[in-house]
């Protein structure tokens, strides 16, 4: 009997195609066949939650384009890192909505690029009625992973990311169990909070590949345990219980040592990993072909790789790749 395959989620919409978070990109992702799609949120200075990959902006919009916004431009501290641009919280909602999106990585995905300063950034509850409507229109149940950004920096500015977010969900129809909901961040505190709320959903921690998450950096200092040390088996001890997975960097499922999912499942916790891209510049070394950092490499001998793990959920760029490859894997198990 062939296994499951993953849960394939839509990584921002279908950014392989579309400028990432954009209403076409998630209208995209749900037609080619996604389980579920990722958004990020973060918030405006009025406590809008609005999907961005980050709360700095000027990679992702047009803002830079704007004269009337080009004094809003600064350099703050985000997580430990330096960074200089133009930041949601220092914008209204009705300010945000003037601008555009745009495609993040226009040297890799130039067709994506075609669709710049098209379309208006989007809101949570945006999404969640795109969600609802699509999984009607397509016949089947969608889900949604969304995901929680810079929780512990947004609250030491007056932003407290819980309530804006249960606001939302509750109001959208989103927080009793009716569609399939996920809330993950690399903050398990946000994540704990969220749990004592009620609202249904499953809780996964993500977890990077190096470095230390920022929410016990800010509590702990030196002493805060390192990404790493969460995926041991004592490690996958302490989670269990307290969240309902983990999410991590595909570089982890990538290792000839690694025991990450079966020691996770053995826990009773679902593993997910990110992101399954097929450009050379994203592919392990070992599945880089010729053509430059923008061409196909194998992908499908390093999603192999990550099918054999036995992985419970996979994100995307591509979702029809994605779709195919998965589905078809699972097939042939």
Request: glycine share 10%.
């Amino acid at each position: 009997m062939p296994r499951r395959r993953p849960l394939i989620i839509g990584h921002r919409g279908a950014p392989g195609y579309r400028p990432e978070h954009s209403r076409s990109s998630y209208e995209l992702a749900l037609a080619m066949g996604v389980d579920a799609v990722e958004p990020d949120v973060v918030a405006t200075k009025d406590g809008v939650l609005v999907l961005r990959h980050e709360n700095e902006i000027s990679g992702t919009t047009d803002v830079a384009d704007h004269p009337e916004f080009a004094g809003r431009r600064t350099t703050k501290r985000i997580d430990g890192v330096s960074l200089t641009g133009w930041f949601t919280e220092d914008f209204t909602w009705a300010e945000l909505s003037t601008l555009r999106t745009r495609e993040r990585l226009p040297k890799i995905r130039r067709s994506s690029a075609t669709f710049d300063d098209g379309q208006p950034i989007l809101r949570l509850p945006d999404l969640l009625d795109l969600v609802r409507a699509g999984s009607e229109e397509h016949g089947r149940e969608i889900g949604i992973v969304l995901e929680i950004k810079h929780a512990t920096y947004f609250d030491s500015i007056g932003l407290d990311l819980a309530p804006l977010i249960e606001r939302d969900l509750r109001a959208g129809g989103w927080a009793d169990g009716d569609l399939p909901l996920i809330v993950e961040s690399f903050e398990s505190t946000i994540l704990h909070r969220l749990q004592k709320t009620g609202i249904a959903a499953s809780f996964i921690y993500l977890i990077e590949s190096a470095g230390r998450p920022f929410d016990l950096v800010s509590s702990q200092g030196r002493n805060a345990p390192d990404y790493a040390s969460a995926v041991t088996p004592a490690g996958l001890d302490e989670l269990a219980g307290t969240v309902d997975g983990i999410s991590v960097s595909k570089k982890m499922l990538l290792t000839p040592e690694n025991t990450i999912v079966a020691d996770a499942h053995a826990r009773g916790l679902r593993v997910f990993t990110w992101t399954c891209r097929p450009e050379n510049i994203f592919l392990d070394p070992r599945f880089r072909a010729q053509g430059g950092k923008a061409a196909f490499g194998d992908y499908e001998a390093e999603w192999r790789e990550i099918a054999d793990t036995g992985v419970d959920g996979v994100f995307v760029d591509h979702p029809d790749l994605g779709v195919a490859f998965f589905a078809e894997s699972a097939l042939s198990s």
